[in-house]
């Protein structure tokens, strides 16, 4: 542990669904997702985006305590449905990493262990979500793929190309990068930096403190079994790193 540990909490869909049996951690019913918010600002946690919490990461700036990123990977339809509705309302910003050869598109991806394969938001959507001011957006990489598995030049393309691509569409910088799976080595954490992303997030969890790592920064995963309560106590006390830094 160290000094002035932060929370990056990590959602995926936020909707209605009904009690599932497998990958939980990866959906948040719409109602609990609106207490846990209510929750944040009754307890004025500050919400920052990552530019805040890599800067705090880096010493370039302190931020209190009880200060949290709100991250939703691979930019999910009900993102804007479930999740945005109430993160406007509470004027609470976000930040949503999108696969750049998914945008507009169902998630595939899923097909091979039998998942459902809910539709991805539309060019439209994002840059709705952009004009509001509230939603900044990362990348994912291309078609959503262990990068520390992947051959040297396929983990290449993943973060080199999805940057040219979302850039290109969105006509603007994508600052940060998000592993698939978490699943990254050292060779593809220097391609993040060299391909010019200012920092990376897994799937470790831990705290942001002063002197973290800016291309594995560690996240809390928000699980559909979280009560209230858990919520909280995740958010206060699971801050020493579950898996150690490469
Ligand atoms: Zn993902």
């Not at 207490?35 to 700036?61: C, E, P, T, Y």
């Not at 840059?127 to 939603?135: A, D, H, P, T």
């Not at 393309?157 to 910088?173: C, D, G, N, P």
């Not at 799976?181 to 391909?195: D, L, P």
Request: hydrophobic share 35%; net charge positive.
């Amino acid at each position: 542990m160290g000094i002035g540990g932060v929370s990056i909490l990590m959602y995926h869909q936020v909707g209605d669904f009904a009690p599932m049996k497998s990958h939980r951690s990866t959906y948040c019913h719409y109602k609990s997702f609106s207490r846990q918010m209510h929750l944040l600002k009754a307890l004025r946690f500050r919400v920052v985006d990552m530019d805040a919490i890599l800067d705090h990461a880096k010493g370039k700036r302190r931020l209190p305590k009880r200060t949290v990123c709100l991250t939703f990977d691979d930019g999910y339809e009900n993102f804007y449905q479930y999740a945005f509705p109430v993160l406007k309302r509470l004027g609470l910003c976000s930040t949503v990493f999108l696969l750049a050869g998914y945008i507009g598109k169902d998630s595939t991806w899923f097909r091979e262990d039998g998942r459902d394969t809910p539709p991805l938001m539309t060019q439209e959507r994002v840059n709705i979500l952009m004009e509001s001011g509230l939603v900044t957006f990362g990348s994912h990489g291309v078609y959503h793929k262990r990068l520390g598995d992947l051959p040297e030049d396929a983990a290449h393309f993943e973060v080199f190309h999805s940057k040219k691509t979302l850039e290109a569409m969105f006509k603007r910088e994508f600052k940060h990068f998000c592993y698939p799976y978490g699943s990254y080595n050292r060779a593809v954490m220097k391609m993040v930096r060299e391909a010019g992303y200012h920092s990376a997030v897994s799937c470790a969890r831990g705290a942001v403190w002063l002197g973290s790592h800016p291309y594995q920064l560690p996240r809390k995963a928000i699980s559909y079994g979280d009560s209230l309560i858990g919520f909280l106590w995740k958010l206060l006390f699971k801050n020493r790193r579950k898996h150690p830094e490469l």
